[in-house]
């Protein structure tokens, strides 16, 4: 399985989005923590946490005994930059073309 893979895989689940958007919300949570937004138990908690660490969405550091969640926005960009980028440069640019013409010719 590619790095894209995992990162794909990771994302197509809500409850993991959910877990990165918790994330970007405020960094460095505790399983405790998460596991407080969510109706599931820890373990499926843990669960969720391994499949967005294994795609490197989420990084994480010991504190003392508590183990500390963060995002690593990354892998995101990495695909943003690979499949969303290339698809949409022709559409913008032809918007800023439309919009040079229309203002020369106001």
Not at 54 to 74: D, I, P, Q, W, Y
Request: glycine share 2%; no cysteine; net charge negative.
């Amino acid at each position: 399985m590619t790095d894209d893979d995992r990162v794909f895989k990771a994302l197509a689940d809500p409850t993991r989005r959910f877990l990165l958007d918790l994330l970007f919300a405020r960094d460095g949570r505790t399983l405790t923590e998460l596991e407080s937004e969510l109706e599931m138990s820890r373990f499926g908690v843990m669960k969720h946490l391994k499949v967005l660490e294994e795609a490197n969405l989420v990084l994480t550091k010991r504190s003392g005994r508590e183990k500390l969640h963060f995002l690593n926005a990354v892998p995101i960009r990495l695909i943003h930059n690979r499949w969303i980028d290339k698809y949409t440069e022709e559409q913008i640019s032809a918007l800023a073309e439309l919009k040079a013409d229309l203002e020369t010719n106001s």
